[in-house]
């Protein structure tokens, strides 16, 4: 294998693995959203009924 052979299977291997980290992190970001809103939601609805209980 030559230096720029090397070269490139490098930069193909951490292109994969910035892909892969990046698919991760949306995948996580989109599990994550609809929990945080819930939670959201839960605390205001919290606030709210504080408020006027």
């Not at 299977?9 to 292109?15: D, K, R």
């Not at 992190?25 to 959203?33: K, R, S």
């Amino acid at each position: 294998m030559t230096t720029k052979e090397n070269l490139l299977a490098l930069a193909n291997a951490v292109g994969g693995l910035m892909f892969l980290a990046v698919l991760v992190t949306v995948c996580l970001a989109m599990a994550a959203a609809p929990v945080a809103l819930f939670i959201w939601l839960v605390l205001l609805m919290l606030k709210f009924l504080g408020v006027f209980a």
